[in-house]
């Protein structure tokens, strides 16, 4: 049965749904919609509302293009259309009686110009039955976020997941929850805004614990950063500025933005939206802060990322000579391909390809801070198989398991109907007692360099293919 419940935070009065003893609050402004004069500038916290705001749908979702090809077939995001973009949605437990409950703020992937908060997979129910208040939250994406141009601040993205940081941390108590506990959860590039949160004082400061699942730690500077939205403005003939494309409508820099990356691949294509250093919004590569951060974090990737980029025919399109070209215009050390081919002897030479190029941009980064870590940080690997599209141990499989939400279209698309229950069980609780206790409940990663590999049969070993990840620095 549904009921109407009611619930008042700073700016207003809220309208959510209670459904088997949990409390459902979505669409909440936590800023201002970025349209107008708010385009292309820094967040600016909302309004107070007089009314009572109806908190029973999701807001709009970011401006995006849908997946292309292949992809677009296992990834999809609902479209909402409106300009209230920049919300959060709660779920809670509706019992409120005892001591104020473990806060976990959940931010979604996409490369930074896809995803939604309003996905079905990261519906935050089963957290919210286990004593969690989950918290998941929108932001702005592709060129409206994560451009660099003349007159605009940088980073507008992480700018807007740091004011809904703050929200948390300001409105929580309200719905039960512990503003001194709050986890930041991330997968891909919301690994990489986690991350990147970490990196900046005034957010670390906030936050109690993190969680990065296949999450990039480098920011770059300014002059690669800009790469993405420099190619934009060439293809429009118009300067890199804030003026000129607040000019163009949204339709207008998506579409361009498509057409630069019409045909382009994982290994050859358009440069991709990035976080930028910048002494204002991100003073420093989260890589180089993770070290010193003094908060405990889960951090894993999965076994086989690149085969959610790479289909079968384009892996067996890539033959030994386009594979060392490949390596060769990333500087990838031979000794690393050689390691792979050590590790996975009868890989092809685009798995080999794929493989070095995942964990050049994943696993190498994460080894190093976890080495460099004093602070607790529990490792996984992501090692179970999908039986759909030769997908194996993807990008993003891993989802449908930590939210446990294997029965949800999305993770059927990636996982089949028949996955593994009982390891989606095993997963989600021990993100439960990370967010809840600070340990997962394997060891810390240390000079043993234990993993939790996380598969039909969940065990602690050694660090897999650890001679890919040292050749790779």
């Known amino acids: ?86 919300t959060v949605n709660v779920w809670t437990p509706a019992t ?16 930074l110009e896809r995803g939604a908060s309003a996905q079905s997979v990261y519906d935050g129910t089963a957290f919210a039955r286990d004593g969690i208040v989950f918290v998941s939250a929108n932001y702005r994406l592709g060129a409206e976020g994560f451009s660099v141009l003349e007159g605009a601040p940088r980073n507008i993205g992480i700018l807007d997941v740091a004011l809904a940081l703050e929200w948390v941390h300001t409105e929580i108590a309200a719905f039960g929850g512990d503003p001194a506990r709050i986890t930041l959860m991330g997968e891909s590039a919301g690994g990489a805004l986690v991350a990147a949160l970490i990196a900046r004082p005034a957010s670390r400061r906030l936050v109690a614990g993190a969680i990065i699942q296949s999450g990039p730690l480098e920011a770059q500077p300014e002059d690669q950063a800009r790469r993405a939205s420099d190619a934009i403005a060439r293809h429009l003939g ?16 998506l579409q361009a933005r498509s057409e630069i990356s019409a045909g382009s691949s994982p290994v050859r294509g358009a440069p991709g939206f990035q ?42 399109g890539i033959g030994p000579v386009k594979s060392w070209l490949a390596r060769r215009a990333t500087r990838t ?97 021990a993100w439960v007692s990370f967010i809840t206790t600070g340990d997962p409940g394997w060891p810390a990663f240390d000079e043993r360099r234990l993993t939790q590999i996380w598969d039909d049969a969940p065990r602690i070993a050694p660090l897999r293919r650890a001679a890919v990840v040292d050749a790779l620095g």
């Open 1 to 86: 049965m549904t009921e109407t419940v009611r619930i008042d935070v700073s700016t207003g009065a809220l309208r959510g749904l209670r459904e088997n003893g949990i409390d459902r609050y979505l669409g909440i402004p936590y800023a201002e919609p970025p349209v107008g004069a708010h385009r292309f500038a820094a967040p600016v916290p909302a309004r107070p509302w007089a009314a009572e705001r109806a908190a029973d749908s999701f807001g709009a979702t970011a401006p995006q293009s849908p997946y292309p090809g292949e992809i677009g077939e296992l990834l999809s995001c609902p479209v909402i259309d409106g300009d209230n973009i920049l």
């Open 96 to 111: 409120r009686a005892g001591d104020p409950r473990p806060v976990v703020l959940w931010l979604h992937g996409g490369a």
């Open 238 to 253: 118009i300067p890199a500025t804030r003026d000129a494309f607040a000019a163009r409508t949204t339709a207008e820099l």
């Open 275 to 316: 976080p930028a250093i910048d002494p204002e919004t991100l003073p420093a590569s989260p890589l180089d802060v993770l070290a010193d951060a003094e908060l405990p974090l889960l951090i894993g990737t999965n076994t086989d990322e690149y085969r959610l980029w790479l289909t079968p025919d384009a892996l067996a």
């Open 333 to 429: 050390p031979e000794r690393a391909a050689r390691a792979v081919r050590g590790a996975l002897p009868d890989a092809s030479p685009g798995e080999v390809l794929g493989q070095l190029l995942t964990d050049r941009m994943l696993r190498a980064p994460l080894v190093r801070a976890a080495t460099a870590r004093p602070a607790p940080t529990y490792v996984y690997e992501f090692a179970w198989e999908s039986p759909v599209r030769d997908l194996r141990a993807a990008h993003a499989l891993e989802l449908g398991f930590t939210f446990d939400r294997l029965d949800e279209e999305e993770a059927i698309r990636m996982a089949g109907p028949a996955a593994p229950a009982e390891l989606a069980r095993a997963m989600h609780a």
